[in-house]
């Protein structure tokens, strides 16, 4: 079993729809959980930070982790076609100094 | 802007051949990382280092070495590159104790060994 689960997709939507990304992890020793966004042919960026459990929002993004179910999403609001690109969920023990990465989810948004 | 650059975006290799894929970053980041990006299989860390001249094996470290001898610049190092060291390379910088401990990543060189 890996220690980090994520659908790799593909995912297509319609533009303006709520996107649903999700990983679980079987590590209870991570803390802080991250989400990076890659586009095609660029190296990953980071999106959204967040330490522990609870929730966190940036303008249309949303991250949530639920430790005690060893889970955590990242809803997209408002989907736009710029949005399309494969987003990664990275979590870590102590920080980012060595992430453990999901294989990716790549998602496409229609016009 | 932070920036990390690594020295060739495509590289075609043969079987044997010994392969040097440089890495620098400009944000004076003590920690640089080395990572392979294959589908299905997401990025897997192969070497990362805390400072010049010291290094730590990541989780797929055969195959591979790695060199720090300045701050700015980490070298991934394939003595004898094989087919199945095809794939998207990625190199990433961090500062420890950054508020959100964000990896930057460089663009990624493409791999291909024939």
């Known amino acids: 079993q890996k220690e980090v689960e994520q659908d790799p997709g593909p995912l297509s939507v319609p533009e303006g729809a709520i996107v649903s990304l999700n990983c679980t992890y079987s590590n209870s020793a991570f803390q802080y959980f991250m989400w990076y966004r890659q586009y095609s042919r660029k190296g990953p960026e980071l999106l959204m930070y967040t330490y522990s459990s609870g929730n966190k929002e940036d303008g249309r993004f949303t991250a949530q982790v639920d430790k005690s179910s060893k889970y955590i999403s990242l809803f997209i609001r408002d989907s736009q076609p710029s949005d399309s690109a494969t987003y990664l969920c990275a979590m870590s023990e102590s920080g980012g100094e060595k992430l453990t990465f999901g294989t990716g989810t790549r998602l496409t948004i229609i016009p | 802007d932070v920036k990390v650059t690594q020295s060739s975006r495509y590289l075609v290799k043969r079987t044997g051949e010994k392969v040097f894929l440089e890495c620098v970053q400009d944000?004076?980041?003590?920690?640089m990382f080395w990572y392979r990006q294959d589908p299905g299989l997401g990025l897997r860390l192969i070497y990362f280092?805390?400072?010049?001249?010291?290094?730590e094996k990541g989780d797929i470290p055969e195959g591979y070495s790695v060199s720090r001898e300045k701050k700015e610049r980490f070298s991934l190092i394939l003595e004898s590159a094989s087919t199945n060291q095809t794939s998207m390379y990625l190199c990433a910088s961090h500062q420890t104790n950054r508020h959100n401990n964000e990896q930057f990543f460089g663009p990624g060189t493409r791999l291909t060994v024939l």
């Open positions: 280092s805390y400072d010049v001249k010291m290094k």
């Open positions: 944000m004076d980041h003590e920690n």
